[in-house]
């Protein structure tokens, strides 16, 4: 296979096995961003951090891939991607490995770090998938793969939690460390070679950042919406597990693990939407997932006193919330991958970095809120972050009227 591969031959499709391996890829890459949010306590003992900065544990990890997403991703569309992303699990995994390793807190701190910068391949992976398939498949294409991704995320926390409970944190990034070594060489092996045509230097590449955000109202839009949800459900994961410990449903480590795990259900609506997208009907389906997100905090504060009942809703909400969250993060995608195979990493690098300033906002508000106002006030905030990114939507949608009539 030559190195030189843009733009795609419209005539090939992805091999359902490409997209399997893209999905779990996707998934393994991002679940490290995560493993440790429920394991701060135990590290933070062991490494010597205080209560006070124990936070730092998950947000440096956030903070990386920030970065990663604005500095690292953009790069996708200047470097040959299999390359790029082979080299990126490499440090990942030498990172993960040091802070399986670590016994003091700058050591592990700056390994979060490393870990964070590492993990945005699977924002690498996204866009090379949307590469590989025909334009009438890409929304589907793209929505397996981000379920990938989406489970990645659900699974983390609750695998983290159990093998820690079974064996101790260092197993968790130990395991990880060899998990994402091995990913690299399979991704070595199987992935074709892309070299992206463009003549950009890298300065030019970062410095078109602000441009294409400034300039693309699509990327604006949807990264606005996905920033209402994708919030909400940092604030829903954050509040959720503490109100599961405590005096209203007193759940175990291991009962809140389970809980993480019934609410990967809501992972399925990735292909659908996709489905949706590629039939064009993305601005129906984004009103509906933003109204799942609403859902997903309405239906908690419409509980009778009964505990079981309250918490087989609070099940119920999980799975509402995950749904529209993982609907929307596919109609967003399949929306910004329609803008031009020679941005589409710098794109996708935006929209995440936008939500994931989202999902920041939400955690932080959702720990605070809960800890002045309780459970309810903060189920309250929850729901009007996507109820915000609605009225933004109703805007869309009546520019878009006359365009229907």
């Not at 040091?98 to 050591?107: D, E």
């Amino acid at each position: 296979m030559t190195s030189h591969q843009e733009p795609h031959d419209p005539h090939d499709h992805i091999a359902p096995s490409m997209v399997l391996l893209l999905a779990a890829a996707a998934g393994l890459i991002v679940a490290n961003l995560y493993y440790a949010q429920t394991l701060v306590g135990p590290i933070a003992a062991a490494t010597g951090l205080s209560a006070d900065a124990a936070g730092l544990i998950v947000t440096l990890t956030q903070v990386g891939y920030t970065l990663g997403l604005l500095f690292i991703v953009p790069l996708g569309d200047l470097l040959e991607n299999r390359r790029l992303i082979v080299v990126s699990l490499a440090a990942t995994a030498v990172a993960l490995a040091i802070a399986a390793c670590a016994t003091s807190a700058p050591v592990f701190l700056a390994a979060a770090l490393a870990i964070g910068l590492g993990s945005v391949a699977a924002q690498i992976l996204v866009p090379f998938a949307a590469h590989l398939s025909h334009e009438s498949k890409r929304g589907h294409t793209v929505g397996k793969v981000v379920s990938g991704l989406l489970l990645g995320i659900m699974l983390a926390r609750p695998a983290a939690s159990l093998i820690a409970d079974h064996t101790n944190w260092h197993v968790v990034f130990g395991g990880a460390a060899a998990l994402i070594a091995l990913l690299a060489l399979v991704l070595r092996v199987k992935l074709p070679v892309r070299q992206p045509q463009s003549g950009t230097s890298y300065p030019q590449l970062i410095g078109s950042l602000w441009t294409l955000f400034r300039t693309t109202p699509v990327l604006r839009r949807r990264a606005a919406y996905h920033a209402g949800l994708f919030g909400s459900f940092s604030l829903f994961w954050t509040v959720v597990p503490l109100a599961l410990a405590g005096p209203m449903f007193g759940l175990s480590q291991t009962g809140i693990a389970i809980f993480a795990l019934v609410g990967m259900a809501g992972a399925v609506a990735s292909p659908i939407a996709g489905k949706l997208a590629d039939a064009g009907h993305s601005l129906a389906a984004t009103a509906a997932a933003l109204a799942l997100g609403i859902a997903g905090f309405a239906l908690p504060l419409l509980v009778p006193g009964s505990r079981d009942v309250a918490l087989a809703i609070l099940v119920v909400a999980s799975i509402v919330l995950d749904m529209g969250v993982a609907a929307n993060l596919v109609l967003g995608q399949r929306a910004i991958f329609t803008l031009g195979a020679e941005v589409r990493s710098r794109l996708n690098g935006l929209y995440f970095a936008v939500f994931f300033a989202g999902g920041a906002v939400g955690s932080a508000l959702g720990g605070w809120v809960y800890a002045r106002y309780g459970w309810h006030a903060a189920l309250l905030a929850g729901m009007a972050m996507p109820a915000a990114a609605l009225l933004y939507w109703i805007g869309e949608a009546l520019e878009r009227a006359p365009q229907r009539a």
